[in-house]
Nanobody, 113 residues
Framework: QVRLVESGGGLVQAGGSLRLSCAAS????????MTWYRQAPGKQRDRVAT???????NYADSVKGRFTISRDNDKNTVYLQMNSLKPEDTAVYYC???????WGQGTQVTVSS
């Protein structure tokens, strides 16, 4: 059974940093890519960053140069390092395996101005 657990969110001032974690179970982690999404209140869920099983990365234009996605296959975990945070980054952040429909509970990130 696939399970994803996001953590690391919180309240931070603009310009600050947070590192989100996504722990996966129930899949062969090293064979799968992972995507981070975010959803702000009243808005659609948008893709933030993707990492392939081989470690290739891709970012939304809005976070390019500020966010870094990485993975640790030994820990079955994907990370999202978020630097230079802006109030518009405030959202619930979710991770998702591209080949599965499962969504975790998400982690709230709030950036104050």
């Amino acid at each position: 059974q696939v399970r994803l657990v996001e953590s690391g969110g919180g309240l931070v001032q603009a310009g600050g940093s947070l590192r989100l974690s996504c722990a996966a179970s129930g899949v062969i982690f090293s064979d799968n890519g992972m995507t981070w999404y975010r959803q702000a209140p009243g808005k659609q869920r948008d893709r933030v960053a993707t990492i392939t099983s081989g470690g290739d990365t891709n970012y939304a234009d809005s976070v390019k140069g500020r966010f870094t996605i990485s993975r640790d296959n030994d820990k079955n975990t994907v990370y999202l390092q978020m630097n230079s945070l802006k109030p518009e980054d405030t959202a619930v952040y979710y991770c998702k395996l591209p080949l599965y429909s499962y969504w975790g509970q998400g982690t709230q990130v709030t950036v104050s101005s």
